[in-house]
């Protein structure tokens, strides 16, 4: 086919080197006859770039168009609202956009007018169908600089909502690692596997495997030593018997005493209930049996006197006794004359003559009877001889001071405290009998 000129095929390349007029022709100015559909046709192909497009794709309706755009803006606004609500609730202001449109780019309004009806000399344009050549769709922006995003795509959340941290593994899950772990652990039949491979210090990655003679050395040498088992039964066995001696500490100063005063409280309480009972035979008592109550005012003691030195009987119940036995019996208080000895503890159950030390010459001490009050005074005390010096017994004591015959008293216990090397002596005369009838002497009662 030839175009006017003849000899130039039509759309064929012109002299010079141009492209046919059917190519690239000019583009009709507005105004000049051209229907408004080839200019947004022209238009559309032009901003879309699409290289070696011959077939431009029609734009569709105005009006349709205008009606999308204005439900695209709608939905933007809305959009915007609800996220300026979400980040501050307390303020509601309207959408004004951060940044000036420009006005060319502003969308005409829904009700715009109609475009001019087609001429007699106009060219409809009709869509290509199955065009699939065609270039794709710029996406429309919708909302501000700042929050627009293309239709489709999500916009990036807010930097204050911060995603939620991902939620561990739940109680179940952990139970089977933890079982799925030892199982690992151990090998066919219950049994531990051999130790792991040592790890490499400078690189930190597992050396190679330890051979059986290697696992059994390590396993070895794993073992505590003979030596150190050995020291560890003794610190236990030091341990065990510094607990001992503290318990048994604890029983001799504390317990003991606790226990002697009360078998003590109970035997006084006895006595006393015996001075009233008449069907009694005076001067008949069994060993270990208490007769009568001594005080001693200025170290404030209270002590039932017993028949008898018994320890577990009479000495270690708290009580005082009498010297009864053999070449070391004593006189009874009621004796017209005599040496009434007696004995106690210093330490330990009850240790009614403790501080009998402290004893001066002219202090009281006092024995109660179901017959009488005998009062004496402190003579001389000896505070250190041989357990085995029963002279201090005798009816006139030796070392006492006495000359001659009268009625005495001797107090005897341990010293130093806290053992029984050796013996204290205390003695003393009596200065006064006074009957029960006649009260007590003035000893006990100032």
Request: contains cysteine.
């Amino acid at each position: 086919m030839r175009g006017r000129g003849g000899d130039r095929p039509f759309g064929g390349a012109g002299a010079g080197g141009g492209q046919g007029p059917g190519v690239t022709g000019r583009e009709p100015d507005r105004g000049e006859g051209i229907s408004p559909w080839f200019t947004a046709g022209a238009r559309v192909t032009r901003d879309s770039a699409a290289p070696q497009q011959q077939h431009p794709q029609p734009p569709p309706h105005p009006e349709a168009q205008q009606a999308q755009q204005a439900q695209q803006n709608l939905q933007a606004q809305q959009n915007l609202q609800a996220q300026q609500a979400q980040e501050n609730p307390g303020a509601r202001q309207p959408y004004a956009p951060d940044q000036q449109q420009d006005p060319g780019e502003q969308q005409p309004p829904r009700h715009s007018p109609r475009p001019r009806s087609r001429g007699a000399g106009d060219t409809a344009v009709l869509p290509v169908i199955g065009d699939t050549s065609e270039a794709p769709e710029t996406p429309e922006t919708y909302g501000t600089p700042e929050t627009s995003g293309t239709r489709g795509e999500p916009s990036a959340p807010a930097p204050e909502h911060t995603p939620p941290l991902p939620v561990g593994p739940g109680r179940a899950e952990r139970r089977r690692a933890a079982a799925a772990a030892a199982r690992k652990g151990r090998g066919r039949g219950g049994r531990r596997q051999p130790p792991a491979a040592p790890v490499d210090p400078a690189t930190g990655e597992p050396g190679r495997p330890l051979t059986r003679v290697e696992a059994r050395r390590a396993a070895r040498a794993a073992k505590d030593s003979p030596a150190v088992i050995a020291s560890r039964a003794m610190g236990e066995l030091f341990i065990t018997c510094g607990v001992i001696m503290l318990l048994f500490v604890t029983y001799q100063l504390w317990w003991t005493n606790v226990r002697a005063g009360m078998e003590a409280g109970k035997e006084k309480q006895r006595i006393q209930q015996s001075f009233t009972d008449t069907e009694r035979a005076p001067g008949a008592f069994r060993p270990g049996e208490g007769f009568a109550i001594m005080y001693i005012p200025k170290l404030d003691v209270v002590v039932p006197v017993a028949e008898g030195i018994n320890k577990k009987k009479v000495l270690d119940r708290g009580m005082v006794g009498r010297y009864a036995e053999g070449r070391l019996k004593t006189a009874m208080p009621s004796d017209r004359t005599g040496n009434f000895g007696v004995a106690g503890h210093r330490n330990t159950h009850g240790e009614p003559f403790r501080y009998i030390n402290r004893l001066k010459p002219g202090d009281p001490i006092v024995v109660e009877t179901r017959d009488a009050y005998y009062t004496y005074e402190m003579a001389s005390i000896l505070p250190q001889t041989a357990p085995s010096n029963v002279a201090v017994l005798d009816p006139v004591p030796r070392g006492s001071g006495f000359s001659g015959p009268g009625r005495y008293i001797t107090l005897t216990t341990c010293t130093p405290e806290f053992t029984s090397t050796y013996r204290m002596i205390v003695w003393g005369r009596m200065v006064e009998e006074r009957p029960r009838s006649k009260g007590k002497p003035d000893a006990l009662v100032g």
